[in-house]
């Protein structure tokens, strides 16, 4: 491979000239886009190749992290930095007068998830692969990610997001590993062989593309493996063939753009079972291709569950165990119960998975059957344990009133059930999941989730990085808790007027960015206070965008009254079918048309929306950020990780005491943030005594009532009825998320922003000593913790 400058463009104009039959200064853009990439791809296959022998030499355990979702974004620049070969290609590539940023912008993203879930996931496959620890992810290969948002007058449009059409050139296709999965059919037992049969069954096959996980100076390389569904040659004789094959194609299709109301949809259970079984099944023979037998596949593999989605994976390990591998019950029940661990990531309950037991008994038969065993053997035990008690009984039961309860088969299944930051394992430990933690202590924990300081600091705000390493050196990017060093250096005033003009130059990148998709022109000098996130009610954008209206109306009505001058910035895709949130987003695109085309205020006030909000857009949005809003109703977001990255860039959290806020206000104290509202037991205590009435701030507070009436009055929209639903539910549904109740706390939080932005030396100290703790929110570290309490993995040796 290619060391140097030389090297790389020798090597490039070869490839260039045998795939196209053109010289480098004739080929097209995409084809050399084409070229850098499968150049970077080969170079990591060499290292690649090297992962797997060592691990496989030295019989290492491995952790497998199953997840639905992997929001991988990017991977060309990651990759290339990771691999140390970036300036190489980038000095190359200059000579022959390609910039190298414009084939990076021909990457598509792979956006394989919804949010948070799913990006964790890619953040975890980066630290990793870079700790050099042996760890891989197993996802479906779907054919759309989540789907591309377009804003038509004012309104969220859902377009099919094609991420392979200009092909996906990290995969590799595997068909000698595929796999066969079955759905539906029955079950017999074949007296002669003493096994259980699944017959009749609708049979696909898993093939695997796996994908290189490169890490961060190391050779260590770990496998993202994609599965995918392809037509099997055993089909039942009754089955119509373009129905099958139509079936066949439906289960890969797309993922479900919805991450708080599950589908409740066969096809989403499908999906469940496609990957976890193809995926458990190939970990299983790649184990007894080393060892005789599953007797120690508990020694050299774990499981993480990311979150419910892949929770089948439990009732399948028995099933091989006993059906395929000939194990008794209780040997089976070890074995599986020390290889899974269970991550939890949401509070809200209607969001926990449940299935009817009809369905999925029609769909998994076998694997069915096996849930009613765990089932039936878990309630002996509850009752030996409680002394009969029948109502702890009815709270944990795996099945009850023809519903399977995912999450309590996966505690019941699993060694370690863990929560995504303090206050959310605590809520799971003392509220949620009580009657669980009490029956098993030991398994309970937290896992505070963490972000990769590479992409999100490093390779995203390379000014800023430069900036910081200048001052401390570089080896904060091996080890970013350094990054406190920086703690040494915040009243230097040369420090802080650089920090300030790093800022400034990344939030004009942002505003030409504004100014050729919004075409608004925004000041780079006023604060950019954003909010970028699924649009969810609990995370409250509501409450963000009345306080916009209050300052709109209020410079309206008094001349006098004049704001430091504010751009408000929004992100959000709203699920498909989630009325409310799409309506907030129409809300948001309202105000911004009347507030940016008012002459008299718009020098002071800018709303803008920002469309399709993912992963490379937030690699823009980040560095670009003054105010970092994590407002959601406390209680209620399990973690946040946009909050770390927003941290991590210099922006100062605008927070409730939720999820790792908490953490965050810890870290940085409370000089160094600014935090409101009520406390997750208050908002508890609140809904509990039932007297919480919204009616009675909208009839005592004069300017909430001004702005809920601007909802309705046509200052925003000349329907009036437009925003119906978002006063309903404020007002004749009680605002369940309690935005009116923190109304004024917010309020006077962000005047406490406006004046802590005044005075700029102060301002720049907190942002740098907000980057300074930010190391600690390093998914590295968050990785280390999985490993030393959970996975017990060894380094891969080099
Ligand atoms: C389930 C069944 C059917 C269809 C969809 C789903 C589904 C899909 C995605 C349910 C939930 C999700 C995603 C949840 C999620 O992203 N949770 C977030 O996880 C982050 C990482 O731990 C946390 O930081 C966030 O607080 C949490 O909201």
């Known amino acids: 491979m290619f060391k140097n400058k030389e090297e790389f463009k020798f090597e490039f104009s070869r490839r260039i000239i045998e795939s196209y039959g053109r010289t480098v200064e004739e080929a097209h853009i995409t084809e050399r886009f084409l ?58 590539l200059e000579e022959y007068g390609i910039n190298i940023h414009d084939l990076e912008e021909l990457e598509t993203d792979a956006g394989l998830g919804n949010g948070g879930l799913g990006r964790l996931a890619a953040c975890f496959m980066d630290s990793l692969a870079s700790l050099a620890y042996p760890g891989h992810g197993h996802t479906i290969r779907y054919e759309y990610g989540l789907f591309k948002q377009k804003i038509e007058n004012g309104y969220q449009i859902e377009l099919p997001d094609q991420w392979m059409q200009t092909g996906f050139n990290w995969e590799v296709r595997k068909p000698k590993h595929r796999v066969p999965v079955k759905f539906f059919g029955k079950i017999i037992f074949n007296e002669t062989t003493g096994k259980y049969e699944h017959v009749d069954a609708e049979e696909v096959y898993a093939v695997p593309y796996d994908v290189p996980i490169v890490g961060n100076d190391t050779t260590n390389t770990n496998t993202l493996r994609l599965w995918s569904a392809e037509a099997s040659d055993n089909i039942p004789a009754n089955q119509d063939f373009r129905q099958y094959i139509q079936n066949v194609r439906d289960i890969c299709q797309m993922l479900y753009p919805d991450d708080s109301t599950p589908a409740g949809k066969m096809l989403r259970l499908k999906q469940e079972y496609f990957f976890t079984c193809a995926g458990l099944n ?18 050299k593999n774990v499981i993480q569950l990311n979150d419910t989605h892949p929770v089948l994976a439990i009732p399948e390990l028995m099933r091989i165990l006993i059906d395929e591998q000939g194990y008794e019950w209780e040997e089976a029940w070890d074995i599986t119960t020390q290889t899974f661990a269970y991550t939890n990531h949401t509070i809200l309950a209607e969001a926990l998975e449940t299935w009817p037991i009809s369905l999925m008994q029609s769909l998994l038969p076998r694997v069915y059957e096996i849930i009613e065993e765990i089932h039936r053997r878990f309630i002996g035990y509850v009752k030996m344990a409680s002394d009969r008690d029948e109502e702890l009984l009815n709270r944990v039961m795996i099945l009850r009133d023809g519903t399977v309860y995912m999450a309590r088969l996966a505690i019941v299944g699993s060694f370690s059930v863990n929560g995504v930051a303090k206050l959310h394992s605590d809520i799971l430990a003392e509220r949620e999941l009580k009657d669980f933690a009490q029956l098993y202590p030991s398994k309970f924990n937290n896992k505070t989730n963490g972000i990769t300081h590479r992409r999100w600091l490093a390779y995203c705000n390379p000014e800023l990085s430069s900036l910081i390493s200048e001052y401390i050196g570089d080896e904060w990017i091996k080890h970013p808790e350094r990054l406190e060093d ?124 920002l469309e399709n909000y993912g992963v490379t857009l937030a690699e823009k949005i980040m560095p670009a950020a003054d105010v970092s809003e994590q407002i959601s109703t406390a209680g209620k977001e399990a973690s946040g990780t946009g909050n770390m990255k927003f941290m991590m860039n210099g922006a100062i959290t605008l927070g409730t005491l939720d999820g790792a806020n908490v953490e965050i206000a810890e870290l940085v104290g409370e000089e160094n943030c600014v935090i409101f509202g009520m406390k997750d037991h208050e908002v508890k205590e609140l809904q509990m005594s039932g007297a919480y009435k919204a009616w ?103």
């Open 35 to 92: 070229v850098l990439e499968t150049m970077v791809r080969d170079y990591a296959s060499v290292n690649w190749a090297t992962s797997k022998a060592i691990i496989r030499n030295n019989y290492q355990k491995q952790m497998h992290y199953f997840s639905m979702e992997f929001l991988m974004g990017r991977l060309l620049v990651n990759n290339m930095m990771n691999l140390g070969i970036y300036q190489i290609a980038k000095d190359g």
């Open 282 to 299: 190939s970990i299983v023979r790649a184990h007894l291709r080393q060892y005789p037998n599953l007797n120690n596949f508990h020694q």
């Open 696 to 798: 009675d701030y909208y009839n005592n507070n004069p300017r909430l009532k001004r702005i809920i009436d601007s909802l309705m009055d046509g200052t925003f929209h000349e329907n009036r009825e437009e925003f119906r639903v978002i006063f309903e539910e404020l007002m004749n549904k009680n605002d369940e998320y309690f935005v009116l109740a923190d109304y004024e706390a917010y309020c006077q939080a962000q005047s406490s922003v406006r004046d802590l932005y005044k005075d700029r030396s102060r301002w720049a100290k907190v942002c740098l000593t907000n980057i300074a703790k930010s190391g600690f929110f390093s998914s590295d570290r968050t990785i280390q913790q999985y490993v030393d309490d959970i996975w017990h993995l060894d380094k891969v040796k080099f």
């Open 486 to 609: 920086l703690m040494g250096h915040l009243d230097d005033l040369t420090l802080q007027d650089r920090f300030l003009a790093v800022k400034k130059e990344r939030k004009q990148i942002l505003a030409d960015y504004i100014k050729e998709h919004n075409g608004i022109t925004v000041d780079v000098d006023s604060i950019f206070d954003i909010q970028v996130k699924r649009l969810h009610a609990y995370k409250r954008q509501l409450l963000n965008i009345l306080h916009v209206i209050d300052l709109y109306l209020r410079m309206k009505e008094n001349p006098d009254f004049r704001i430091e001058p504010r751009t408000f910035i929004f992100g959000a895709k709203a699920a498909s079918g989630y009325y409310f949130a799409k309506k907030v987003i129409k809300l948001i695109n309202s105000v911004g048309d009347v507030v940016n085309n008012d002459s008299e205020t718009n020098k002071y006030l800018k709303v803008v929306f």
